[in-house]
């Protein structure tokens, strides 16, 4: 029987891109995002294409309450769901000190503490099944603090990478599979704008690499593995001044 993928964040780039992928290995989706239109034509788009159902239900994450009642509602829907990404996140960020605080929060809140709660939910829902495999979408930022308007962004990425980690070694020995996925660059509306950016990738190429790497369910998988493997390890033990060049 085909199995259930859900995806937060799906309207657009990764979470949208990971979508087609996976629908076109055969998977079910449970799709959700704020922007219902892009979710609507995501669904139409894909079941026009393949022979796999496709829910979609507005979900803004912030709102900690609806993470769990979305969750559990697909779960209803489609009785089992396999496997959870945890994808929804923003690129917002500000130079610390500079009278930013409210917008380096948000990014803090909707990349950290919502996906704590999407976390929660998730993982509730595979104690019942027994089973579930939890993907959390983490960045290759998350390897060393990062300056400029990177600081919030990767503490929060690396917050939530410690989050997987844990929950994975909460989870050691049982059905229940936890995967933190660190993306190097990849080209979306999350960087739209920004000048090149080191060993970017396109979208396609890089939700490619991303359902790849997903369907071993690694403990952890650099996306796409060459160069970011690698690089995450010189980012761990090089001088910042030459981190820095990343961002
Ligand atoms: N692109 C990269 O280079 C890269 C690298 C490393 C990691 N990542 C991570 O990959 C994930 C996806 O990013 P992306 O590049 O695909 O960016 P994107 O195209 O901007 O997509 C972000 C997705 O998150 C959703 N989202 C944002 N805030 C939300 C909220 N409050 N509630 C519900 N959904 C929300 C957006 O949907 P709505 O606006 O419709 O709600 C959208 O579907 C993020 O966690 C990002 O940090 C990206």
Redesign the pocket.
Do not use: F, H, Q, W
């Given at each position: 029987m085909a199995k259930t993928i859900l995806i937060?964040?799906?309207?657009?780039?990764?979470?949208?891109g990971m979508a087609r992928e996976f629908a076109a290995k055969g998977y079910h989706l449970a799709l959700?995002?704020?922007?219902l239109e892009?979710l609507e034509a995501l669904k139409q788009e894909l079941e026009n294409q393949f022979s796999v159902q496709v829910s979609i239900k507005v979900?803004?994450?912030?709102h900690y309450d609806d993470v769990f009642t979305v969750f559990k509602d697909f779960q209803q829907e489609f009785g089992t769901i396999d496997r959870i990404i945890v994808?929804?996140?923003?690129?917002e960020g500000r130079r610390i000190g500079k009278g930013h605080f409210e917008i380096n929060r948000a990014t803090a809140e909707?990349?950290f503490i919502?996906a704590l709660a999407q976390c929660e939910a998730a993982v509730e829902i595979f104690r019942v099944q027994n089973k579930g495999h939890l993907v959390v979408?983490?960045?290759?930022?998350a390897m060393r603090g990062l300056p400029k308007h990177l600081s919030t962004?990767a503490a929060s990425?690396a917050a939530v990478a410690h989050l997987a980690e844990g929950i994975r070694a909460e989870l050691l020995n049982t059905p229940i599979k936890v995967s933190t996925i660190f993306?190097?660059?990849?080209?979306?509306?999350?960087?739209e704008g920004a000048k090149k950016l080191p060993f970017e990738v396109d979208e396609k190429t890089?939700c490619r690499a991303l359902v790849k790497a997903i369907e071993k369910a690694p403990i952890k998988a650099y996306v796409p593995q060459w160069p970011w493997l690698p690089v995450g390890i010189a980012m761990k033990i090089l001088p910042l001044k030459l981190v820095n060049k990343l961002s």
């Open positions: 937060t964040g799906a309207s657009s780039g990764l979470g949208a959700c995002a704020r922007r892009r979900l803004d994450v912030t994808n929804a996140g923003v690129g909707t990349n919502s979408i983490s960045s290759m930022s962004y990425k993306p190097g660059y990849i080209r979306t509306e999350l960087n890089g």
